[in-house]
């Protein structure tokens, strides 16, 4: 069931998106500063392409009061405007009985846009 849904979430723009973020990593990664940013594009972007079947973990391994500046840094130039249109997606999709299932991945992805640094994605 992952696969089917994965594959319609593909089609109808998880595709674009991921490509977005992929570009925006490669982007931030040509600098040697946006090198951390840029990573956590690529996780975002790997997520965007097959959000069913994974979940967002925290990650024990925490680096301290680095995630918490870094997640300031991204919060403020750009996370903050991508979670709040997953969040938009999320509630837009799961007003109908058939969206419900995509929604419940933009709100997924609300959480690892938000603030990526310090989250792992697992398989389900």
């Known amino acids: 069931m992952n696969a089917i849904g994965n594959l319609i979430w593909l089609i109808c723009g998880g595709?674009?998106?991921a490509?977005?973020?992929f570009t925006g990593g490669f982007i931030l990664c040509i600098t040697v500063i946006g090198i951390p940013f840029?990573?956590?594009c690529f996780k975002i972007g790997f997520m965007v392409l097959m959000p069913f079947g994974s979940k967002v973990v925290s990650?024990?391994?925490d680096t301290g009061c680095l995630t918490?500046?870094?997640n300031i840094i991204w919060l403020f130039s750009g996370?903050?405007?991508t979670a709040f249109m997953h969040l938009l997606f999320g509630v837009?999709?799961?007003i109908t009985i058939v969206g419900?299932?995509?929604g419940r991945q933009h709100f997924k992805l609300v959480e690892l846009s938000l603030m990526p640094f310090g989250k792992r994605i697992v398989a389900e």
């Open 15 to 17: 595709f674009l998106s």
């Open 100 to 102: 419900a299932p995509w």
């Open 79 to 81: 996370g903050l405007y």
């Open 19 to 21: 490509i977005g973020y």
């Open 38 to 40: 840029g990573l956590q």
């Open 92 to 94: 837009l999709l799961s």
């Open 59 to 61: 990650d024990s391994s």
């Open 68 to 70: 918490v500046i870094f």
